[in-house]
DNA sequence: CCTGGCATTGCACAAATGTGCAACGCGCTA
DNA sequence: TAGCGCGTTGCACATTTGTGCAATGCCAGG
C-alpha cells in the first residue's frame, strides 16, 4: 500500500490532493468535521490518502485553533506504584476525551519542575497536570494567562491561580487515629518519610491532632525517602527499643510493607496480634496475602474523572483556582485487631 | 511579571518583537541556537519575552524542520511495576537528549494500538516505541516510510521494517532450570499467564527444553492473566494436588509473589525449604523482604540507553531492522537453596 | 577620507493546515 | 427556457516559525 510513495518523509495534503485530482481545500474539508464536501470527492480523496499514507498533521491544525490536544503531565516517580496508577487513569480518560498525554518525568534535579512548565509552554499543551514537586509561581502564572489548564494534584498549599484536586488526608488520618484507639492501641507511631510533601505532612498532623484530643502524645519517624525502605528502617528503629510501639500509622502503603516486614522479619513479631498497622493509599501490594494491610483507598478515579471535567469547560478562567477535594475511604483488612 | 497581558492566549514571537522595537526574525535568532544576533538586540528581545511570557511554539518549529522532537511511547498495563520502571527509564533519557515522551495507553480495547500509531502519525513524532501489543503491519510501514524510527520492544516475532530490541528470554529461562536442578529440584512446574506474550512464551520454551534436554518433563499452568492473581491461583492449584512441585519457575516475578503467598498463607511451606522459586524481572517487590526472590533481572537501563542510540543516528533507514538482545542477568536471593 | 569587509537586520518566502468568500454548476420551478 | 437557490469547490489569506538573500551600517585599514 504505502510502500507506493519512496521518499522517506510525510505526506501532506498537497500530494493528496494532486493524486485524487481536487484542490486541497477538498482535502482539508474531508478530515475536518463539518465542513461541505460532496460524498464523490470525499470518496476519492479518502482513497487517496489512503494509499499515499496520509495523515493529518495535528501540528499545523494546532497553529490555527490554538488547541493542540495535548496535555502534560508532570510527576516525579513515576514507577512507584501509586503515581503509575494514577498515571494510568488519567493517560485513559484523556485519550476517552480526545487528548493525548505528554509525560514529563521530573525525577532527578530539582529545578526540572521548572524547565516541566517550559515544555508545557513550548508545546502549547492545553493543560498541565502537576502531579508531584512544586512549580515556580511565576511560570504557573504565564500558564493560566497563556489559556491554560493548570491543575495541581495533592498540594495543600493554597495558591488562588491554578485548579487543585487534593484528598481529605486530614479526615482519613483522623479516622486512622480513632481504629487504631478503638482496637485498643494506646502506644501508638507514626512512620512517615523525609520528603516533607504536602499530603503526607496533612497526614502526619491529622493523625497527631486527634491523638492529642485523645490524651496521647505520638511522635514521627522519618527515616529516609518516602518508600520500602524508610518503612523497613523505620520499623528496625521503632521496634528495638525496649517500649515498643502497640501500633503504627504508616503514611504510605509502601512505608507500610516495610515496616511490617521490619516487624515479622526482624523481630518475628506477628500483625495484628502483636503490632497494628494502617497505611494509605491501597496500592496493589496491600491487597496482597502477606500484608492485607487495612488501609485508606486514594480516589484515583474521581481525581482522573475530575480532570476530565475540568478540561471540558471551555474557559480555563472559570475554573481558576477552584479546588476540589474527594475521599479516601478505609479499606479494612487484616493488620487491625477487631475490638 | 507576566500579568502585563490581559489576554488569556500564548504570545507571539511577533508580539515580543513589538514591544522590544525589532523585527520578528531578530526574535527568531535570539531563539535560535548559532544565528547571528548583536548581544543589545539579544537582550531587549530577552526581556520583552520575559515581560511578556513568551515561549518559542514548538509545534511550529516542527512544521519547518521536520523533527517534532515527540516520541511515543505505546503500551498496556503501565500501572504495572516492569513497565512503569521501564517508562520511568525511557522518559528520562528521551529527555536527556531533549526530547519528550507522549505516552499513548492501550489498556482496554484491542485495536486500540492502531489508534496509537495513528496518533504518532498525527503528531508527527520523530519515533515510535512499542513497549507492548501487536501492532498492524501496514501501519508500521506507513510510520517507517513517514520517516519515523519504529522501535518493537519485546516483541520476538521476527518483522524486518522496525528496530527490535528484545531480551535473551530463552537463555536466561534455561539458565533458571539449571538453578534448579542443580539445587537438586526435579518435580518443577512453570507458572506463567493466559497473556501468550512473545517474551512469556520465549521463556516457557526455554525452560522447557532445558528440562526435556536433562529428561525432565515440566507442564505449564496458565492460572489468568499476568499478575499477582494468576501466580496464586496456579499456587493453589499446583499445591493442592496430591504430587506437589519441588520448585516453580515464574515468567514474572508477580506470578512469583502470588505463587509465593499461596504455597505460604494457603498451605504453611516455607520457601525455598519446601518449595524453591524462580522469578524474572526483578521488580522491586522481588527484593522485600518477604519475598527476598532470585530472579532475572530485566536490563532496563540499557533498553532505555539503546532507544536514544538509536533516536540519535539521523537516518531512520540505516537502522530499519536492526536487533538488539540484552542480557537479563540471573539475581541470587533466597528462594533457591543453595546446593 | 574613501573603500572593503563583516556583522547585523529586515523582507519575503517556506512549512501544513483551516476557512471566509466568491464563483460555479446543477436541479427544480414557474 | 429562464431564473433562483443551494450545495460544492477553489482561491487566497490566516495561524507561527525558520532562513536565504539583499541591504544596511559600522569599523578599520590604506
Redesign the pocket.
Known sequence: MSELRPGR?????????ELA?????????T??D?????????KKVLEAAEQLG????????S????NSGIVCLIGADINTPYHSRLLDAITRRLQAINRVAMVINTSGDSDSVEAALRQTLNYRANATVVLSGTPPASLINTCINSGQHVILINRDDHLDGPESITVDNGVAAREAFHMLHRAGCRRIAVVSSQAGTPSLVARERGFQLAANEAGLDVSVTRAGPTGYGAGFEAGRLLLSGSERPEAAFCVTDLLACGFMDAARVEFGMNVPEDLCVVGFDDIEQASWASYQLTTFRQPIAQIAEHITTLLEREDPASVSGGRACFHAAPVWRRTVRPK
Chains 1, 2 share one sequence.
Open positions: 518523509s510525510f505526506v501532506s495534503a498537497q500530494q493528496v490532493a485530482g481536487v484542490s486541497r481545500s477538498a482535502v482539508s474539508r478530515f475536518t463539518g465542513a461541505s464536501v460532496s460524498e464523490t470527492t470525499r496520509y495523515h493529518v498533521n495535528h501540528l499545523a491544525r497553529l490555527i485553533h490554538e
